[in-house]
């Protein structure tokens, strides 16, 4: 089952909504939301136009999909044994992805401030990557490197949103130093008393 609660398509179709989604973002990423259309991607992605419109209508559901088809990944956060250890490989690999994609992340994030669809999908892809994550502070509380009440979402954020600013808003790249050192400032940061906030992650739980 996928993220949009349909029943994953198989053999053919699965072929078409991959290369689809690929196109998507290849659009999205080499020329920015405003160029992206429904043509554009039908032809990249070799299918015919009205194929595009029958499932996904127009531009806001196949971004939409991206989004959903992003979050299938079976992706699950750093196990490194401490607090700092896992903040330190969830930065690194945060910053690998964005590197990887400058473009497609600055305008996906673009698209949802003109998209409803676009913005109920980045809003569900960012609540299951917290709620993932949320682990990585709950074994912090259990192996006494955070207190009690910690909250998830919180530590988080100060490990993460750091590297997003540099990267993505100010476009300005950073080391891997720097990288880390976000993370250990946040891993501190949670050692010396309960980081508190509304904690989204945890009320998924």
Known sequence: M????????GGRTARVRRAVLDATLAELGEHGIDALTVDAVAARAGVHRATVHRRWTDVGGLLADALADAGED???????????????????????????????TAAVIAAAGRSPQAAAALR????????????????????GEAAPGTDRQ??????TAPVFHHVVLLGRPLDVEQVLAYAALAARAAAT???????TAGDRQ
């Open 2 to 9: 996928s993220a949009t609660g349909r029943p994953r398509p």
């Open 74 to 104: 079976g992706w699950i956060p750093p196990d490194t044994g401490t607090l700092a250890g896992d903040l330190a490989e969830l930065n690194r690999q945060v910053h690998a992805a964005l590197v990887a994609q400058p473009p497609v």
């Open 124 to 143: 569900a892809f960012w609540d299951d990557r917290y709620a993932r994550c949320a682990v990585v502070v709950d074994r912090a509380v259990e192996r």
């Open 154 to 159: 919180t530590v988080l954020v100060a490990a």
């Open 193 to 199: 008393g309960p980081c508190t906030g509304r904690d």
